[in-house]
């Protein structure tokens, strides 16, 4: 509890005791209204029968930890004993805040549909912690899941996928980037990405606006808040995947990786030419593999007139059809990837037919 409370008035202490310039100081003050209103109403429906335990994941800095809500529903099949995928979850905030609870719908349906054990995970943030100090967050989060996930959990870490909603696309993507088992192979098999902003060599108001954006943007003025995750190292970091994913190596990134991308998105051009590029390179790869091995998936899934961030938004703000088709397209995906790699979630399925309580 003391943890959400502190995250939920951060903006407040950042403003008044860290180091952000004198100019960023007043936009965590304007900030400060969203956290405190949108952080009780997404964890207020949590309280009493939360579908997630509370875990502290150790970091790489002594005697400090990340929050993590793990969805973990047990089979209880006595036939079923094997473990099962490992998805991490990364949450939004523009890089300056957010909760895991906000991914709570999300991370119910692929826990429930996809039997996946399910930890959404947070991260420092900027301005008082710029990059990298997010994606290492989830780097030390990847590297002690895949130690301790199986005998905590009951999770494969052999079969593990990532999603990210917006900023924690590009966070996920950049923590968990490279990252390899002994034999050479990739950790993370499949990611969902969700209107992450994948480039961030320009600042938010330099980058290209699509047909039907707004002209009048109600974050205009916090813009410059959210690019501190980038600004003070971005020169330094030009090059760097990390930071910028969309530069990441083919060979660097999860084999299967989904773009959920809304049309009316100042970040649309950068995810459309990050799965351009990789399509191709995939298709170059995928014509030198044998008959028996699986190839490379690279999609994107476009939802035309949806704007940033409208998943995380109450039923009745949006279509509630497309977020709907959004998560369950995200977490039939995931089920092809689990399938690759030798779970199939219809073992579970069929197991509780005989043992309901399962």
């Not at 400060?32 to 502290?56: A, D, G, M």
């Amino acid at each position: 509890m003391a943890s959400f409370l502190l995250t939920m008035w951060h903006p407040l202490v950042d403003a008044l005791f860290a180091p952000p310039p004198l100019q960023q100081r007043w936009r965590l003050l304007l900030f400060l209204p969203v956290t405190l209103l949108l952080y009780p109403l997404k964890s207020i429906p949590y309280l009493f029968s939360p579908p997630f335990v509370t875990y502290y994941i150790p970091s790489r800095r002594p005697g400090e930890s990340m929050r993590a809500l793990v969805y973990n529903h047990p089979t209880k099949c006595p036939k079923l004993e094997r473990k099962r995928p490992l998805h991490i979850d990364v949450h939004a905030g523009g890089f300056v805040g957010g909760i895991p609870e906000a991914d709570a719908p999300f991370c119910t349906q692929v826990a429930e549909s996809t039997g996946a054990v399910v930890v959404a995970v947070t991260y420092r943030f900027a301005p008082r912690h710029p990059f990298p100090a997010a994606p290492d967050d989830i780097a030390d989060a990847l590297a002690w899941l895949v130690r301790h996930a199986g005998a905590e959990f009951g999770a494969d870490a052999r079969i593990v996928t990532l999603s990210g909603f917006s900023a924690g696309g590009t966070v996920g993507l950049g923590g968990t980037l490279g990252s390899k088992h002994s034999d050479g192979t990739n950790i993370v098999k499949g990611a969902v990405m969700f209107y992450s902003p994948l480039d961030l060599r320009l600042s938010q108001q330099e980058k290209r606006k699509p047909p039907g954006y707004p002209r009048f943007d109600p974050a205009q003025s916090l813009l410059p808040l959210f690019d501190t995750y980038a600004g003070p190292s971005r020169i330094r970091n030009l090059q760097n995947p990390r930071m910028h994913p969309t530069l990441a190596s083919l060979d660097d990134l999860p084999e299967d990786l989904l773009c959920v991308i809304p049309t009316v998105d100042i970040t649309l051009y950068e995810q459309l030419d990050l799965v351009e590029r990789l399509q191709k390179e995939a298709a170059v790869e995928n014509k030198k593999r044998l008959a028996s091995q699986s190839i490379r998936r690279i999609e994107k899934m476009m939802f035309e007139g949806q704007w940033h961030g409208w998943l995380e938004l109450p039923s009745w703000a949006i279509d509630e059809s497309t977020r709907r088709k959004a998560f369950a397209s995200a977490c039939d995906f995931l089920m092809d990837v689990h399938r690759k790699y030798g779970f199939d979630v219809s073992e579970i399925v069929e197991c509780r037919k005989y043992h309901p309580q399962g």
